[in-house]
Nanobody, 122 residues
Framework: QVQLVESGGGLVQAGGSLRLSCAAS?????MGWFRQAPGKEREFVAA????????YYADSVKGRFTISRDNAKNTMYLQMNSLKPDDTAVYYC??????????????????WGQGTQVTVSS
């Protein structure tokens, strides 16, 4: 399985921005970002197909977050703008095994990173 390492989390004020990165140990296919806030279930944030031609977003982040990838670097990104306190969570990146189509379902993903904390203060 591919190893995934997230970075870029931190503490930011509401309205601020952060850029998360997910570095993979090898070539990856469809990938996604998920998040989990304390006391809540893990939820879908964004996903991207292998080529980057198709992207999907949760309604709660649409227009504020942008997912992208650089296959030459085996890295995926999540640009988060206009952050809100409700965005506070541990953010996880995930990858599907040899499947190029991205989905919003966490059970479709085979490899997961350890997570990076994002805290948005009001």
């Amino acid at each position: 399985q591919v190893q995934l390492v997230e970075s870029g989390g931190g503490l930011v004020q509401a309205g601020g921005s952060l850029r998360l990165s997910c570095a993979a140990s090898t070539r990856t296919y469809a990938m996604g970002w998920f998040r989990q806030a304390p006391g809540k279930e893990r939820e879908f944030v964004a996903a991207i197909s292998y080529t980057g031609g198709n992207t999907y977003y949760a309604d709660s982040v649409k227009g504020r977050f942008t997912i992208s990838r650089d296959n030459a670097k085996n890295t995926m990104y999540l640009q988060m703008n206009s952050l809100k306190p409700d965005d506070t969570a541990v953010y996880y990146c995930a990858a599907r095994y040899r499947v190029t189509i991205a989905t919003q379902n966490s059970y479709d993903y085979d490899s997961w990173g350890q997570g990076t904390q994002v805290t948005v203060s009001s």
